[in-house]
């Protein structure tokens, strides 16, 4: 497992992981929705081939967990295919397309997951702002040390001159 700071948090791998078997009716349909997510094929085949050939020995849940955890654990070359899961789920309006039981709870879910991201993505902006008002004062700071220590240089040598 990488050390990439953009890994799905704990709270919100378990929320993707309850909420994406929802949003289908079928596991076809939860391995089609990480397809249109841009998972390589690779990383699904042997799911596929369970869900093809003993349909009853893996569960939806199994499948977005595992598919999950491969995205996760991919480091760098799988951030877009995270980055479309989350912008997918949290897109999701269309609950009609879920099992009539399953639809208060999926709506239920992905207003948490929304959540989650929100708070992240605040969280991150502000830490953005921060350092960006760090690098200004330093930029602030080189600037007004700039001219004086020119003026400086300028002094010492029409006195010496």
Sequence with gaps: MSDD??????ELMDLLIETIPLLSRSKPGVLAFFRGCGVPDNMTADLRQ??????ESINKYEI???????INDGGDSTLRQRREVLKRVS???DFSTCWPTDQFKAQGLVAKI???INVKDSFTRMQQAEEQQR???SGRAARTLTPSSAAAKNATRSGAG
Excluded: G, I, S
Aim: zero cysteines.
């Design 5 to 10: 700071p953009y890994h799905f948090p704990p």
């Design 50 to 55: 369970r869900v093809e050939t003993a349909r």
């Design 64 to 70: 977005a967990r595992n598919v999950l955890a491969r």
């Design 91 to 93: 897109e999701f309006e």
């Design 114 to 116: 929304r959540h989650v």
């Design 135 to 137: 690098q200004d004062k």
